[in-house]
Nanobody, 125 residues
């Protein structure tokens, strides 16, 4: 599957933005989808995930309560709604997917076989 991330931009602190990750084929419930981000000079880190079979969502502590991951199966698209944005959220955001990763590796970059190209989010103070 190919992934296309979009929706990044420049937002003021406290604002909202929604990122999209479009898949090239129907994924139904066979893929786990996640969002990662990489800030300037930082390693890529887990942000949020939507588990393939149950649809259960998982979040990094830093975004819990502010970000929401969701999926529109009809559009083969996964979203990341981001509210109450902070300058620390500034990063390139990547969507990722995999069919076989196990739950214990959900937050591991190396566990994912499919990646989108990244979309830049800049939050100004």
């Amino acid at each position: 599957v190919q992934l296309q991330a979009s929706g990044g931009g420049l937002v003021q602190a406290g604002g909202s933005l929604r990122l999209s990750c479009a898949a090239s084929e129907p994924t139904d419930s066979s893929y786990t989808f996640s969002w990662f981000r990489q800030g300037p000079g930082k390693e890529r880190e887990f942000v949020a995930a939507l588990w393939r079979s149950t649809g259960r969502t998982y979040y990094a502590d830093s975004v819990k309560g502010r970000f929401t991951i969701s999926r529109d199966k009809a559009k083969n698209t996964v979203y990341l709604q981001m509210n109450s944005l902070k300058p620390d959220d500034t990063a390139v955001y990547y969507c990722a997917a995999d069919r076989t990763l196990i739950l214990s590796t959900l937050r591991n970059v190396v566990a994912y076989n499919y990646w989108g190209q990244g979309t830049q989010l800049t939050v100004s103070s």
